[in-house]
């Protein structure tokens, strides 16, 4: 009895179908009580309606696609297609921590969002560079980290 495997088709790596993945230090004893309050709750869900309102007004033309994570290929370049400038930077994060395609969709789908939550029409490049920061499990040492 003879088995063939077929190298060429990897399995997939689980941090690619993660959309955000972010490492969390803890926050020394001392400082933590030196704090100041953060951003209260009610604001943040407002900001997160606002944004999702975008997101449904957006997509109303598209049947059973309501929010960003939805978006297929060809809307990512209608909705969210980045400047000569965050395309330069996403390119150099791809090569560095060698991402997959479906990283590069994640990371632009997330830059939307991010760019949706503060009201910009346009995914400029901070939208962009702060989606690619969410992508801690892509750096290569994450394993050896123990994360």
Request: hydrophobic residues 40%; neutral net charge.
């Amino acid at each position: 009895m003879k088995v063939e495997i077929n190298k060429r088709k990897a399995a997939p790596k689980i941090p690619d179908r993660i959309d955000i993945h972010c490492e969390i230090q803890a926050v020394p004893f001392a400082q933590l009580s030196q704090m100041e309050p953060g951003e209260p709750s009610a604001a943040i869900r407002e900001r997160v309606i606002k944004a999702r309102q975008i997101q449904e007004a957006r997509f109303k033309d598209f049947k059973g696609v309501h929010c960003n994570a939805q978006m297929t290929e060809r809307m990512l370049h209608e909705f969210a297609e980045p400047d000569a400038e965050s395309l330069d930077m996403l390119r150099m994060a791809m090569e560095r921590l060698k991402l997959s395609a479906r990283a590069y969709s994640r990371i632009l789908k997330v830059a939307r969002t991010i760019a949706d939550l503060e009201g910009s029409e346009q995914v400029q490049s901070m939208h962009i560079a702060e989606a690619i920061g969410y992508r801690n499990l892509d750096r290569g040492d994450w394993a050896e980290r123990g994360i």
